[in-house]
């Protein structure tokens, strides 16, 4: 079974600073992972994936994320927070081999950040 | 191009009540996905079609729940009767290919579906 733990509620971080958002996940092989971002009022909007090759991927805003094998982490990075970085954020992780674990996405519990003046 | 698009937004109904809610795919993409997130824990796969075949619907709660996909395009969750615990948001998602598993789904605004 795969599994995605992101261990904080919320995280707080002033504008301009850099900001982490965690994430472990647990799956037989390799996975694909996802972050995905939800504003208020608004639905899951992609940000950034990790298929294979480099472990530092980038995406949308700004955003990257580091994936580790050894730690089984993909935190989510970004050097400069903005207030308008402020949202609900989701860790997500897929199963890369056809016949196992089906096509779903397993999702963690989500990070709220609040990124204040 | 229009991207995933649910209605209603938002549904109150009572207990005992029924709720249809309806998802609209972004268009030419085989793969449509439902999900559900409860009283602000994760979100947790419901069940997916592709094209009008369901590939998967080991998330669906129970036989209270009842997901259609006619001709392989819109989709409908038909709730009946509701309970309680089924208050949450209902997120749809669609993708390409199944094969290309690495694709990234692309998601609804979500309906918020409370139970009163």
């Known amino acids: 079974a795969q599994s995605v733990a992101q261990p904080e509620d919320q995280v707080n971080v002033a504008e301009g600073n850099p900001l982490t958002v965690k994430c472990t996940y647990s799956v037989s092989g390799n996975p694909y992972l996802f972050w995905y971002v939800q504003y208020p009022n608004r639905g899951l909007q992609f940000l950034l994936k990790y298929i294979t090759g480099d472990n530092l991927v980038k995406g949308s805003y700004g955003f990257e994320a580091e994936f580790n094998k050894s730690q089984t982490s993909f935190h989510l990075k970004k050097p400069s927070a903005l207030v308008s970085d402020s949202a609900l954020y989701f860790c997500?992780?897929?199963?890369?081999?056809?016949?196992?674990?089906?096509?779903?996405?397993?999702f963690g519990t989500g990070t709220q950040l609040k990124v204040e003046l | 191009e229009a991207g995933v698009t649910q209605f209603p937004s938002h549904s109150v109904i009572e207990k005992g009540q029924t709720v249809t809610l309806r998802c609209d795919p972004i268009s030419g993409h085989d793969n449509l996905y439902w999900y559900r997130r409860v009283m602000g824990k994760e979100i947790k796969f419901l069940l997916h079609f592709v094209k009008e075949s369901k590939q998967d619907e080991s998330g669906m709660p129970n036989n209270r729940f009842l997901a259609e996909r006619t001709g392989g395009t819109y989709s409908t969750l038909k709730v009946q009767p509701a309970e309680l615990e089924d208050s949450g948001v209902y997120f749809c998602a669609s993708s390409q290919d199944r094969r290309l598993r690495g694709t990234e789904a692309f998601f609804g605004q979500g309906t918020r579906l409370t139970v009163v």
């Open positions: 997500a992780v897929r199963h890369n081999i056809l016949t196992g674990g089906g096509n779903k996405l397993t």
